[in-house]
């Protein structure tokens, strides 16, 4: 069974790109100067940031359905990221190297089972899950930060 992880879309970040420290802070965001890598995982491109790339840090509603499962919390994206990662069949290195909590949900947004995997053991976790035809998503989540990480849906 196939399955797409993506990265996020960047149009909706881009009107943050470039604002001063005062404009970010009035829109709930921080810029960062990757001072380590990997520590600044970057949600459109699902990379690790370099050292000396900026970061923005910010909430994102990752879950927007209107259940009890409805979700938002910190993400970094790079600075002037352009385009979304994509990937079948393949965990990107971003993921692969951290300890994950991948959730998974069905075609109401309700969670209908949730792992915590080492990152390496990521594609075999979304394969096991997806084998389950009622669910129609997984959420994967840093396990530590807890920040979101990424969407993976069938394909």
């Known amino acids: 069974m196939s399955f797409q992880i993506a990265g996020l ?8 790109f470039g604002l001063s420290d ?3 802070a009035a829109h709930g965001a921080k810029r960062y100067v ?16 370099a050292v000396g790339e900026t970061a923005l840090l910010l909430n994102h509603t ?4 209107a259940t009890p499962y409805h979700a938002s919390h910190a993400i970094f994206i790079r600075e002037g990221a352009e385009m979304a990662y994509h990937a079948v069949d393949s965990v990107p290195e971003v993921l692969s190297r951290r300890l994950l909590s ?4 069905d075609a109401q947004h309700m969670m ?16 096991r899950f997806f084998e389950n035809q009622t669910v129609a998503y997984i959420h ?15 394909v």
């Open 102 to 105: 991948l959730r998974a949900y």
């Open 112 to 127: 209908v089972g949730a792992d915590v995997v080492e990152g390496r053991d990521t594609k075999a976790a979304i394969e």
């Open 9 to 16: 879309n960047p149009e909706p970040f881009r009107h943050l």
């Open 140 to 154: 994967i989540h840093n396990a530590k930060p807890g920040c979101f990480a990424a969407l993976v849906e069938r």
């Open 62 to 65: 990752h879950q927007p359905a």
């Open 34 to 49: 990757v001072d380590k890598s990997p520590g600044f995982p970057d949600r459109i491109e699902m990379r690790d940031m």
């Open 22 to 24: 005062d404009a970010l």
